[in-house]
């Protein structure tokens, strides 16, 4: 079964380790002698709760995530953190900066406006979401309720190289697309949240990292399901959690931790990332998206410039077992996403191809 798989670069979901689902496959009818699926358990029972715990206790040790900071495992994707985000933090002075390098910065922005009064601390719209705001571009106000980002704009391929200074206002940052790729100091966070479908897990797991005195100054008419104080509370279990994702959460971080941690993950981003641009840079025919200071480590979107030969690129690539590698429709071209579970094998191989293709135009 193992040599039927094939280079998937989809910007996700997208791939998982082999190991986990090997793992997954081989527990799947009985898990650990408990005689069911960890897809059958009451998430009540202890066998659940322990996978829970472990998951979660994983989870900080790789992160490091403070004690100040509490770990939520929630469902409804990251799309839903773009409203519990004001929701729950709006209030604090009714207004938000909001960073929009990208299109899921720019929905996030436009949901917070119906909450309050959201200022464009940067726009780069304009520049069709090539760059990266430098910290000094940056509009800031310091009576902001928070400052919202997103580290990695999963269509446009561009990334934040920098932790934005704000202050005493706190930092809220999506990083659906690039957690767990590079070391991040959680402290300096208020709030950090990823849909799991991109390096982490399966998609149904939505992680929220947030400082614990945050939470409980919601707005009055925030949803029940919302609420992060509610989740603290319950330890992510005022309902059924996304059972099945978080254990598959847990056995994607044994991976990770085999792999040397968050510091072995950066390593292999920086080998994948680096031999494709390389690659793309040397080649006559391609060009890259993003502003070489700005290019994303896990999407890297490239294009010919000629929509027909980008057409014949892709569906040769295709055929050659390298699926996914159309780019959104947004920016057209080609986007490879090459997340932690990537092989560097199957970069390597992308980039023969990719230089025989630029060979034989
Ligand atoms: C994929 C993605 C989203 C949307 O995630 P959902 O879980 O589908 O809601 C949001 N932000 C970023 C950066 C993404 O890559």
Redesign the pocket.
């Known amino acids: 079964m193992e040599n039927h798989r094939i280079y998937n670069f989809s ?2 979901p997208s791939m998982l380790p082999l190991e986990a689902l090997t793992r997954a496959g081989a527990e799947i009818t009985n898990y650990g002698g408990s005689g069911m699926s960890v897809m059958e358990m009451s998430h009540r029972s202890k066998a659940f709760d322990q996978i829970f715990q472990d998951t979660k206790t994983k989870l900080r040790q790789l992160l490091q995530v403070p004690d100040s900071h509490e770990i939520l495992f929630l469902q ?5 953190q773009f409203s519990a985000v004001p929701l729950n933090l709006m209030g604090r002075t009714g207004k938000a900066d909001y960073a929009v390098t ?1 299109h ?1 910065a720019q929905v996030a922005a436009k949901e917070a406006g119906k909450y309050g009064q959201v200022s464009l601390a940067a726009d780069v719209s304009g520049e069709n979401f090539t760059t990266i705001p430098a910290q000094e571009a940056l509009r800031l106000d310091p009576g902001a309720s928070y400052f919202y980002y ?1 580290s ?3 269509i446009y391929g561009t990334e934040w190289q920098y932790v934005p200074e704000t202050g005493a206002v706190p930092l809220v940052c ?4 690039d957690i767990l790729s590079r070391p991040v100091d959680v402290s300096k966070y208020g709030i950090i949240f990823a ?1 799991a ?2 390096n982490m897990a399966p ?1 149904g797991l ?1 992680v929220v990292l947030i400082r614990k005195d945050l939470a409980g100054q919601e707005l009055p008419y925030t949803p029940l399901m919302l609420s992060y104080q509610t989740m603290i509370k319950k330890d992510s279990m005022y309902n059924t959690p996304p059972c099945w994702c978080i254990y598959m959460l847990g056995l994607v971080l044994d991976w990770v931790a085999e792999q040397g941690g968050v510091a072995g993950m950066e390593k292999l981003r920086n080998t994948r990332a680096g031999m494709l641009y390389d690659t793309l840079d040397q080649s006559r025919l391609f060009h890259c998206h993003a502003e070489k200071s700005a290019r994303s480590g896990m999407n890297v979107t490239f294009r010919t410039g000629d929509e027909a030969l980008d057409a014949q690129f892709v569906a040769e690539a295709t055929a050659a077992g390298f699926s996914n590698l159309k780019g959104h429709r947004s920016v057209g071209g080609m986007r490879a996403s090459i997340y932690n579970a990537m092989p560097v094998e199957g970069v390597e191989k992308l980039c023969d191809f990719i230089r025989a293709f630029d060979r034989k135009h």
């Not at 409804?76 to 839903?80: I, V």
């Not at 999506?174 to 697309?177: A, F, I, T, W």
């Open positions: 910007a996700g409804g994707g990251a799309s839903t990208g899921f997103c990695n704009n999963t999506d990083m659906s697309s849909g479908q991109k998609a939505t």
